[in-house]
């Protein structure tokens, strides 16, 4: 049996190898399928996003990395897949996945959506996350494979950071000294 499991990918995350490899062991082969959306100003090209998904499940025998254009349904049924692989994180998810399932069981009533539920770990997840973080110098190393770390911290132009930096104490604020005589604060030299 053929899944297909889609998305924009952009980065794929540590949760989405999650699903992938728990799906890998429940279908004969997984497609993670890259939609090529043009209303969607991307980091990465798609070309990129199946490289670095090429590289972060080569381990996996029966997963293979494609993009598509257009509906889901159609792009599984030129596939011959029989099923839609989603990862659920929160309820919200599960409402607008639902929704998505029940349009495409209108489109086809050959191929069955299966939700997984994504692991505890990356219950927090997203793509988005990541480059929020990126964006604004954090480490994503926890968040990513390192290949795909390298890649974020060169588009936002960043070295790469340490992951998981200690924090140096602050010392409290000394009280400005008053003189005793008048009451009044010193002169401070600009």
Do not use: W
């Amino acid at each position: 049996m053929i899944a297909i499991y889609p998305g924009s990918f952009d980065p794929i995350t540590l949760g989405h190898l999650d699903i992938i490899q728990r799906g890998s062991r429940l279908f004969n082969k997984v497609i993670v399928a890259v939609l090529r959306n043009p209303n969607k100003v991307p980091l990465f090209t798609v070309e990129q996003r199946l490289e670095q998904i090429r590289i972060a499940t080569q381990h996996l025998p029966n997963v293979e990395a494609d993009s598509f254009d257009g509906l889901t349904v159609n792009y599984a049924q030129q596939r011959q897949a029989q099923v839609l692989l989603r990862g659920l994180r929160a309820i919200s998810d599960f409402e607008v996945e639902l929704q998505m399932a029940h349009t495409n069981k209108t489109l086809s009533t050959q191929i069955e959506t299966v939700f997984l539920a994504t692991s505890n770990e990356y219950s927090f997840l997203s793509s988005s996350v990541v480059k929020e973080i990126a964006r604004f110098g954090g480490s994503v190393d926890h968040l990513v494979p390192p290949h795909i770390a390298l890649d974020i911290y060169k588009c936002y132009n960043h070295n790469y950071p340490i992951a998981n930096p200690t924090t140096t104490a602050i010392t409290p604020l000394q009280s400005i000294p008053m003189e005793q005589s008048t009451g009044t604060i010193p002169n401070q030299e600009a």
